[in-house]
Structures are given as structure tokens and as C-alpha cells.
T-cell receptor
Framework: DAKTTQPNSMESNEEEPVHLPCNHS???????IHWYRQLPSQGPEYVIHGLTSNVNNRMASLAIAEDRKSSTLILHRATLRDAAVYYCILRVGGGGSNYKLTFGKGTLLTVNP | GAVVSQHPSWVICKSGTSVKIECRSLDFQATTMFWYRQFPKQSLMLMATSNEGSKATYEQGVEKDKFLINHASLTLSTLTVTSAHPEDSSFYIC????????????FGPGTRLTVL
């Protein structure tokens, strides 16, 4: 499985933007880039995903490098509720529902008031 | 949005007993369900993948006779930890996928198991 590399931890101040990086140099052409986050004692929550183009949704933006070997999750205005572990995961593309998500260690984001 | 529930949210049991955890997709039919385990301060580890009406596929190192998975309907999967021991104490999380072209996984809130 293609792997991802993320910083162990990052800090941000409330209401400031946060850029969470992810390296995936062994990504293949059909791998989707997923981001999930996990709040303490909860199951993971889907944040955003993309393949080649940058993506925006109500939670965040995903900027994907042109060579797709790295990506950045952008939280435009961090709130205290955004404090969580953020996981960058590569998902094999194609149809069917049996695809696996392989979770790495993720980035622990701390948001300071 | 798609909602996945788990029951119970936490359970304490004595060593040697069996514990059943339920995972339900509340507003969609889940073609595939996944079971994960998470130890404190560690990441999620996939235990098994189950398709409705089929036997589960277990990841390497996961004992299928100890962790029994049943996916009898499109909205319910169960994980039974048999003859639980203290080392089985963990956070168990399920996810469900509805199939289709994208196949996003929706996660349950998790079940905290403590074996005394």
C-alpha cells in the first residue's frame, strides 16, 4: 500500500488558517487522497477527498501538488472544535466497496484560544 | 448525512466472558462493513472486512475464532469478542460503505471495551 507521511503534531491559534501537510511520494495514478479527523474518544470523521484537482467543501480545502506527491489540508479559520488527529490516507481507486483505509499516525492538531 | 451507530458505547466485562458489539447503518444500506481496533495513543488498525451474507475477511494476525463477525443484513454487523482477556481491552470502531462509484466509509462512534 502506498504510504503517507505527516508531522506528528502542529499548533494553531483560534481563527487563524491551518495548513496540514501530507507527503505521499509513492502514490499511484488511481489513488484518491482522503482526509479524516478523529476527535478524542470518537470515531473518525470524513473531512475531504480528491484525486488531482484542488477541492473545497464546507469543512476544508484540499490542495494537491501537480505531481500528486504531496497535498495540504487547509482549515481556513481554526476553531477549538477543530482540535483533533488528522489522518491523510490514500485509497485505491476503482469500483466496489471493499477498499481498505490504512490509517497512519496522523497529525495531532492543537488549537490555542 | 449517513449515520452509523454502535452499541454499546462502552462495556466492562470479566475475563473469560464474551462481548457482542453491534454496528448499524441507520439511514443507508451498507454493502460492506469494516471493524477497526484502536489502542490508547495509537492509530486505527483494520481487523476485518465483512460483506452482507458472506464470511468476513480478516487481516493478518487477527484471530477469526476470537473475533467473530456476523453481517446478516445490510444494516447490521456484529463483532463478538470471545473469551475476552485484559489485552483485548481497546476502542473498537466500525465503519460502513454503501457501495457505488465512490464508496465513502462512514464511521461509528466507537465502543470502549474494558476487560477486568
Amino acid at each position: 500500500d502506498a504510504k503517507t507521511t505527516q508531522p506528528n503534531s502542529m499548533e494553531s491559534n483560534e481563527e487563524e488558517p491551518v495548513h496540514l501537510p501530507c507527503n505521499h511520494s509513492t502514490i499511484s495514478g488511481t489513488d484518491y487522497i482522503h482526509w479524516y479527523r478523529q476527535l478524542p474518544s470518537q470515531g473518525p470523521e470524513y473531512v475531504i477527498h480528491g484525486l488531482t484537482s484542488n477541492v473545497n467543501n464546507r469543512m476544508a480545502s484540499l490542495a494537491i501538488a501537480e505531481d500528486r506527491k504531496s497535498s495540504t489540508l487547509i482549515l481556513h479559520r481554526a476553531t477549538l472544535r477543530d482540535a483533533a488527529v488528522y489522518y491523510c490516507i490514500l485509497r485505491v481507486g476503482g469500483g466496489g466497496s471493499n477498499y481498505k483505509l490504512t490509517f497512519g499516525k496522523g497529525t495531532l492538531l492543537t488549537v490555542n484560544p | 448525512g449517513a449515520v452509523v451507530s454502535q452499541h454499546p458505547s462502552w462495556v466492562i466485562c470479566k475475563s473469560g466472558t464474551s462481548v457482542k458489539i453491534e454496528c448499524r447503518s441507520l439511514d443507508f444500506q451498507a454493502t460492506t462493513m469494516f471493524w477497526y481496533r484502536q489502542f490508547p495513543k495509537q492509530s486505527l488498525m483494520l481487523m476485518a472486512t465483512s460483506n452482507e451474507g458472506s464470511k468476513a475477511t480478516y487481516e493478518q494476525g487477527v484471530e477469526k475464532d476470537k473475533f467473530l463477525i456476523n453481517h446478516a443484513s445490510l444494516t447490521l454487523s456484529t463483532l463478538t469478542v470471545t473469551s475476552a482477556h485484559p489485552e483485548d481491552s481497546s476502542f473498537y470502531i466500525c465503519s460502513a460503505s454503501a457501495g457505488g462509484s465512490y464508496n465513502e466509509q462512514f464511521f461509528g462512534p466507537g465502543t470502549r471495551l474494558t476487560v477486568l
